[in-house]
């Protein structure tokens, strides 16, 4: 497969998705994840397992579990911390609390039905920073539980983590920024806000340093380091997918993927 082309057609063996470590800017992934719901939803449909570290995971239970509204929510939230002094690092501001507001608000009754097996979530063992990818739910609290623990980030999200029976987890991408599945499968398309080897990522000009985060190679330039940042601490978010020819997705976040 071409870096940033996933191919429209039906395939025998579906490939899973794999959503990246984002941030704020899982706008982006949630822009590339609108296009395919537009012009190619049964890639969204038939994917055998949906993967998701930090935000990506909430990317990825966006698309199992059709949470519609969360990419608004998010929009809105970065709005609103725009008012105050430091942004998301102001006392007042409490993302946590946040994303679990949210989660409870948008997640389907029977989201664990819809995630069991399917929904991956990339989490980081506290004890030991061991990877571990849960798949199997019980109840839409474990669904919730589980995507909080991914997207816990210590001191920017607060200072305990949360746990899965006693168990103490932290953001998903600080062990795997990019997912995979630990047995491998017939094919995978990865998805990220940063350019790099992903197969779905903004186009940047071509640079002379690389740098490897969590496992992911990424670009070593200016626009990369900007997407961190604005990942962290938001300035200005868009979700805006393209329209797109047969058998190739764009999609737009202030900046146009790979074609």
Same mark, same amino acid.
């Given at each position: 497969m071409s870096p940033g082309v996933?191919?429209?057609?039906?395939r025998e063996v579906p490939p899973c998705i794999s959503f990246s470590g984002s941030g704020f800017m899982a706008t982006y992934q949630l822009g590339v994840a609108q296009c395919f719901l537009i012009h190619a939803p049964w890639i969204l449909r038939m994917a055998p397992c949906v /993967?998701?570290?930090?935000a990506g995971s909430l990317v990825a239970a966006a698309v199992v579990c059709e949470m519609i509204g969360i990419r608004d929510e998010m929009l809105h939230f970065v709005k609103q911390m725009k008012a105050f002094t430091l942004g998301p690092?102001?006392?007042?501001i409490n993302i946590f609390n946040w994303l679990e507001v949210v989660l409870q608000k948008y997640l389907p009754s029977d989201?664990?039905? /819809?995630?069991?097996? +399917? /929904?991956a979530v990339a989490m980081t +063992?506290?004890? !030991?920073? @061991? /990877?571990?990818? @849960?798949? !199997?739910?019980?109840s839409k609290e474990d669904v919730i539980q589980a995507l909080l623990c991914s997207c816990f980030v210590p001191g920017y999200c607060g200072m305990l983590p949360p746990s899965i029976k006693g168990v103490h987890y932290v953001d998903g991408g600080f062990s795997s920024m990019q997912p995979l599945l630990p047995v491998p499968c017939s094919s995978i398309l990865t998805v990220s806000p940063f350019s790099g080897e992903m197969d779905i990522c903004p186009a940047d000009t071509p640079?002379?340093? !690389?740098?490897?985060?969590?496992?992911?190679?990424l670009k070593g330039n200016m626009a990369n380091s900007l997407r961190i940042l604005n990942a962290l601490y938001p300035m200005a978010l868009e979700v805006r997918p393209l329209m797109?020819?047969?058998? +190739?997705?764009?999609?737009n976040v202030g900046t146009m993927c790979k074609t």
């Open positions: 996933s191919s429209c057609h039906y /993967l998701g570290a930090s690092l102001n006392p007042s989201a664990h039905q /819809l995630a069991n097996g +399917r /929904l +063992r506290l004890i !030991d920073s @061991k /990877l571990i990818i @849960k798949s !199997d739910f019980q640079c002379m340093w !690389d740098m490897v985060v969590s496992g992911t190679t797109c020819p047969t058998g +190739r997705l764009v999609a």
